[in-house]
């Protein structure tokens, strides 16, 4: 148990020196920008990352981590990943939609749908009881098709509404918008993943999942921010928000 932590821990300071490289990456290169247009994006990337970053570090100094009775076994969870994703998921999804110029209300949706799908998968992991005549069980399934249904809904959003309004953009931005879209669509879809197999079918190990998460959280914040840095798109953007 106590080697099995150790090697854990290794992750997740790796997980802490990428999200601090990452940080200041974005820092680095959005100094001196001028195009506030550009700028929001630059802010957005940096938020994301140092939120990673302390949550790393957090959860790499020991906090963050519950265990949870479950039947028979005991189960290790870093509750701090749910606070990092309710965080960076959000700023995640307002980058797309600004590029897609989204609407204000597309966006409140998406984001709605986004923290109910973080919330429900925590409230998931973490409760043992059962309730409304529900046993545990029964309980915590119902728990979490409401998280993936928020999850569907997301995806909905972002191939639907927020593709609509990025193909009336330039054909830089609509072709940028499409490229991250189905990034995120693959990436996240690696979530719920790793999820399923770490703690329900419990294929893998905790150490495993930990190691997984983090491959996915560097790709998802980090290499995300960067395909959107990098374009000179986001600094073409001639229309306000809405
Ligand atoms: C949970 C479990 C319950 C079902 C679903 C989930 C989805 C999680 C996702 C997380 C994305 C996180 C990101 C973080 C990086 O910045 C909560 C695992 C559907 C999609 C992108």
Known sequence: QAGAIDSGRVWLLLG????????????????????????????????????????????????????????????????????????????????????????????????????????????????????????SETFRFVLWGASVVAYLGVLGLLVRPLSREAAKQSTEVAMLFSMLRNIVIVLWALYPTIWLLGHVINVIAPTVTLFAYLVVDL????????????SDTIREQTTGTR
Do not use: C
């Open 219 to 230: 790709l998802a914040k980090i290499g995300v921010g960067a395909l959107l840095l990098r």
């Open 16 to 135: 802490t020196i990428g999200m601090v490289f990452g940080t200041t990456y974005f820092v680095g290169t959005g100094w001196g920008e001028q195009n506030p247009k550009a700028r929001r994006y630059y802010i957005i990337t940096v938020a994301v990352s140092a939120i990673a970053a302390v949550a790393y570090l957090a959860m790499t100094l020991g906090y963050g981590v519950m265990t949870v009775a479950d039947g028979g076994q005991t189960q290790t969870i870093y509750w701090i990943h749910y606070v990092d994703w309710l965080l960076t998921t959000p700023l995640i999804l307002l980058a797309l939609a600004l590029l897609a110029e989204g609407t204000r209300r597309m966006i409140v949706i998406l984001v709605g749908f986004d923290a109910s799908m973080i919330l429900f998968g925590l409230v998931t992991v973490i409760t043992t009881r059962g309730m409304a005549g529900l046993d």
